[in-house]
């Protein structure tokens, strides 16, 4: 069993950054990723990491504004520079024991609760 459970959103104003951060218990030997669900919208791949923190995927929208990482105490984070109104969602972390950078929801077993992020224009 995997537990997760997020930290880190608010509100926050264009062009501000944020750091996002999810806590993992039980086995953490696992992919793990960030999903956003902005509202009536599907929930749509952000980034991913495996479970060494050796390799790292990323959304078209996002790369070269977000960073995921993960340190030795099973944490995963999401840094977020340059958030813009579109990056306005609740943001899941979520976790697989497969290979990481798989983008569709369903190819993962655990959730966090998700965190509101919001930016104001």
């Known amino acids: 069993q995997v537990q997760l459970v997020e930290s880190g959103g608010g509100l926050v104003q264009a062009g501000d950054s944020l750091t996002l951060s999810c806590a993992v218990s039980?086995?953490?030997?696992?992919?793990m990723a960030w999903f956003r669900q902005a509202p009536g919208k599907e929930r749509d791949f952000v980034s991913g990491?495996?479970?060494?923190?050796?390799?790292t995927y990323y959304a078209d929208s996002v790369k070269d504004r977000f960073t995921v990482s993960r340190d030795n105490a099973n944490t995963v984070f999401l840094q977020m520079n340059n958030l813009q109104p579109e990056d306005t969602a609740v943001y899941y972390c979520?976790?697989?024991?497969?290979?990481?950078?798989?983008?569709?929801?369903?190819?993962?077993?655990?959730w966090g609760q998700g965190t509101q992020v919001t930016v104001s224009s």
């Open positions: 039980g086995r953490t030997s696992y992919a």
């Open positions: 979520a976790a697989r024991p497969y290979q990481a950078g798989d983008t569709r929801p369903t190819d993962y077993e655990y």
């Open positions: 990491i495996s479970w060494s923190g050796g390799n």
